[in-house]
């Protein structure tokens, strides 16, 4: 289905494009990636690129490719392509009309967001999309965001975000920077942006539906955060240094944590009903823990255990193509611990296999958004059926 050549070519309609350069270059990575997914009626293009890149050369190149394409997209901590897993590359989906319509916005300054800020760009970007699809009916437009995962404001970006949409359904990731933890970015505008979101909202007659995944249950081994600081630091759990008590609930010595041992035994916390993943980043000096959500004094954190993630997102996939046929493309957001865990337990390749099987494009990010929520260790996704005839 995807021959291995240089820009990739993925034409499973005339309205949805898809392709990867694995080019080293910008500039030659640039050009393979628009000759994959060009269209003469290309409307928006959302792409993916690893931050290994020159990202100043990157994106003139492709501001000069498109024109007046919209381009949206963001730096990763690995790309899912036509060819599956890769890391290094540029990947991602054209969007073309009559089919697709689309209008995106940035949202700066992240570290003083205004909740009325937030506001007046989701609206105004609705008001733009309504101009251009007067008759636009409920459910035929959902919206894809890309937040700076340095940024450490992405609950308050989803939620802020997700309340000014309406009846728009929101997903989308965290951008990454391959586990430098220094700097990510996202592009709108021509440019790339720090300490920013970008915010996509498509149109399409097309059928769609957004889901997510997780492979994890409840152990019952519970901890309570006892101390924790407003940078996503927990200073305490059980009244104890974190590191420590978390070691000592797992099992292990303090001295052996590490993001596979993360991705191993990740933490839950319960809302609505429903667990949802807080992701340990990384261990301090202090025997804190840095996590990749926000993380308040209180709450009652349950260790879990791992499922068999082949399985899950194997019995994802027939669920879905049970209820929406004739998938175009699904553009998933990966949480970059399920890779790690992938690559611990050998079943990457299988896993690539599977997404590369269902027409996944996307990228390893630092945390998914699934509508209002900021959540980890999670596969979130967008999946595009085929209007029938």
């Known amino acids: 289905m995807y021959p291995a050549a240089p820009g990739e070519l993925a034409k499973e309609t005339a309205q949805i494009t898809t ?139 989803a939620s802020s975000v997700f309340n000014a949409l309406g009846d728009i359904p929101l997903l989308g990731g965290s951008a990454g920077d391959d586990l430098s933890y220094v700097a990510s970015y996202v592009f709108q505008n021509g440019r790339f942006h720090s300490a920013s979101a970008a915010l996509l909202l498509v149109h399409t007659k097309h059928p769609f539906k ?31 240094p974190a590191a420590r008590e978390y070691a000592r609930v797992i099992g292990l010595p303090k001295e052996e944590l590490n993001p596979l041992v993360f991705a191993a035994h990740p933490l839950v916390v319960r809302v609505g009903g429903e667990y949802h993943v807080r992701s340990i980043q990384r261990v301090n000096e202090d025997d804190s823990l840095s996590f990749l959500c926000a993380i308040d004094e209180g709450i009652v954190l349950t260790v879990a255990e791992s499922g068999d993630i082949v399985q ?38 299988a896993i690539s296999e599977i997404l590369l099987g269902n027409k996944v494009i996307g990228f390893s990010t630092y945390g998914e958004q699934y509508h209002s929520m900021h959540v980890n260790q999670t596969f979130t996704a967008v999946a595009i059926g085929l209007e029938a005839d």
């Open 19 to 157: 392709g990867v350069s694995c080019a080293q270059d910008a500039v030659t990575a640039a050009r393979e990636f628009f000759e994959a997914v060009r269209h003469p009626d290309l409307d928006t293009v959302l792409f993916f690129c690893s931050p290994q890149y020159n990202l100043a050369e990157l994106g003139a190149e492709l501001n000069a490719l498109f024109g007046d394409v919209h381009l949206v997209g963001c730096t990763t901590a690995g790309e899912i392509t036509p060819r599956g897993y890769i890391e290094g590359s540029i990947t991602g989906v054209g969007f073309s009309a009559p089919d697709f319509t689309a209008v995106s916005e940035v949202i700066e300054n992240l570290k003083d967001l205004s909740i009325a800020t937030v506001r007046e760009v989701v609206q105004g970007a609705i008001a733009r999309l309504d101009q251009k699809v007067p008759d636009r009916a409920p459910g035929t437009t959902f919206a894809f965001v890309m937040i700076d995962g340095m940024s450490q404001q992405e609950e308050q970006v």
């Open 210 to 240: 957004i889901f997510k995944t997780e492979h994890f249950s409840s152990t019952g081994k519970k901890m309570v955060v006892t101390a924790a600081g407003s940078d996503r630091r927990v200073e305490e759990l059980n009244a104890v």
């Open 312 to 349: 899950d997102l194997a019995s994802q996939f027939d669920e879905l193509r049970s209820s929406l046929n004739n998938i175009q493309v699904i553009i998933g957001c990966d949480c970059i611990l399920r890779r790690l865990e992938m690559e611990r337990k050998e079943v990457k390749s």
